[in-house]
């Protein structure tokens, strides 16, 4: 019987295509694991990262939390200014030349001694947060320093025609002298300091060098006797003519130099002063105000910085200068209180510097601008508005006469006018002394500005005449009766005398310097 041929037992070849199955599928799932571990080490990666990121960051906040020294609030006055007379901000910003912690070798002052206050300014905040001005404050400025507490407890009484720079001594300790600085700025202004930073030459010259320096000009070189004039010899260069860079040890030196520029006075330094913060503000502003950014400024800054119990924290800190973040720097401008010498000392010039605070506490800028924030609001058509507000006679001319029997009126109308910042061409009598109403005569394209001189004087008649070229003022009776201006005309003009001596954080740092 003939068998016939049997095939290949199948289970031999299912048992190769088994084989390759599950070889393809182990390598399969070798590709899954390999894929999921690199997807898993990725992510683990990534977290590595943000967590490192934010323990960074934490610590960053923490050890900048260590740095920061607040002073005793306790020692402000409990007479301050009404913190609603104005919408914007203002931070008193200090200077010390303690001798402690570091600043004997950057030149502090003497050995021992608690420090004063080598330079200050107030940094008004306008509301609208686009723009700022910095009113410098000559440390030799006679004044009244307020009472002040001392470190046991008791007051000091107030001390009249001293010298600025001696209320941070009055206080005794480095705690207690920036509130004895802060009530002595806010009495002689009028205006409540929201914050107050002192920062010493130590902390100076790290936030120098953690920028990578700063522009700054000279108009000659400058060498070590420049700077301590009582050397014998003229010692090494520190600096060379024209613009440079400065950082740390030097950008210290140029700030201090008195002697060695122009009339060697503080007044010269002051302008040296005042371009320095503004380069260093330029140079910040450029390198981007971020967070990343301003850590290691905050960082450099707070290892040598006493402030406010209101900027205690990294926190506040931080947040407070992220808020200025959108302050133009042609927007910030730098002025210095109205003064004049009186002797070897700076006397402050009246109504002029009454005239500035009131400006800044109106939040009127330099150039008159209305930096309050608010919403202008739109006329109707057909309806008038009725002049109200602060009055500026910025850029007006106004001539008085006295159109009564009333000895002094003139020179009374005068006075009220030059606070507002009018400009005062002449006093004089009228041609008849018979006027019962005050009236402002005024001439071709003067009748926007009479009006704004009409505002002083409440029921003053306005007539338009060939006869005059400008604004006359004549005063009747009825301003003897009662020379008061309307009470909505606080003066908001910046005298000419700080205005046209401005200087923008945008300026060219050789630029608008005087050298005394």
Request: proline share 5%.
């Amino acid at each position: 019987m003939t068998r016939s041929p049997q095939a290949a037992p199948p289970r031999r070849r299912g048992a190769h295509a088994e084989a390759a199955a599950h070889e393809g599928r182990a390598a399969a799932r070798g590709r899954r694991r390999r894929k999921g571990r690199g997807l898993r080490l990725t992510l683990l990666i990534f977290l590595s990262l943000v967590v490192l990121a934010t323990a960074g960051a934490g610590w960053m906040y923490l050890k900048l939390n260590g740095n920061i020294d607040t002073f005793e609030a306790d020692g402000l006055s409990d007479n301050r200014p009404d913190a609603a007379a104005s919408k914007g901000e203002n931070v008193l910003v200090i200077g010390s030349d303690a001798r402690t912690g570091g600043n004997s070798a950057l030149g502090g002052g003497d050995k021992g001694d608690i420090g004063r206050s080598d330079t200050a300014f107030l940094l008004h905040v306008y509301a609208d947060h686009k723009h700022a001005v910095a009113v410098s404050i000559p440390r030799d400025t006679l004044l009244t320093i307020p009472p002040c507490k001392l470190p046991d407890g008791t007051w000091t009484k107030p001390q009249e025609n001293t010298m600025f720079n001696a209320a941070y001594s009055v206080g005794q300790t480095a705690k207690g002298n920036p509130a004895c600085t802060q009530n002595t700025v806010e009495h002689l202004t009028g205006l409540r300091v929201d914050h107050t930073v002192v920062v010493d030459f130590k902390g100076f010259a790290a936030l120098t060098d953690v920028v990578g320096g700063v522009k700054v000009c000279l108009p000659q070189d400058i060498y070590q006797k420049d700077l301590s004039p009582s050397r014998l010899t003229q010692g090494k260069l520190l600096f060379h003519k024209g613009e440079q860079e400065v950082a740390g040890q030097q950008a210290l030196d140029y700030v201090r130099i008195r002697h060695g520029i122009g009339d060697g006075s503080d007044i010269g330094r002051i302008k040296r002063q005042q371009a320095f913060v503004a380069s260093l503000m330029k140079k910040v502003k450029s390198d981007g105000l971020t967070p990343t950014k301003l850590l290691p400024l905050a960082n450099a800054a707070t290892d040598s910085m006493t402030v406010d119990p209101g900027l205690g924290s990294a926190d506040k800190l931080i947040s407070f200068a992220m808020s200025l973040k959108s302050i133009d720097l042609h927007n910030t401008k730098f002025v210095t209180i109205p003064w004049r010498y009186e002797g070897n000392r700076v006397a402050i010039v009246e109504p002029d510097a009454s005239a500035l605070w009131a400006a800044l506490k109106a939040d009127r800028t330099i150039d008159g601008t209305d930096a309050s924030g608010k919403k202008k609001e739109t006329k109707k058509p057909g309806t008038t508005k009725s002049p109200s507000g602060p009055v500026s006679g910025a850029g007006i001319a106004v001539a008085v006469y006295n159109g009564t029997t009333v000895t002094g009126l003139a020179a009374e109308a005068a006075g009220t006018l030059k606070e507002h910042g009018f400009t005062v061409t002449g006093t004089a009598t009228a041609s008849t002394q018979d006027h019962t109403g005050t009236l402002i005569e005024y001439g071709p394209g003067q009748k926007t500005k009479a009006e704004t001189v009409a505002r002083l004087f409440a029921g003053a008649a306005l007539r338009s005449t060939t006869a005059a070229a400008g604004i006359n003022v004549v005063l009747g009776s009825a301003y003897a009766a009662d020379p008061s201006p309307p009470a909505s005309t606080e003066p908001t003009a910046v005298p000419s005398t700080v205005a046209d001596d401005a200087r923008s954080a945008d300026d060219n740092p050789c630029s608008n310097l005087s050298y005394g």
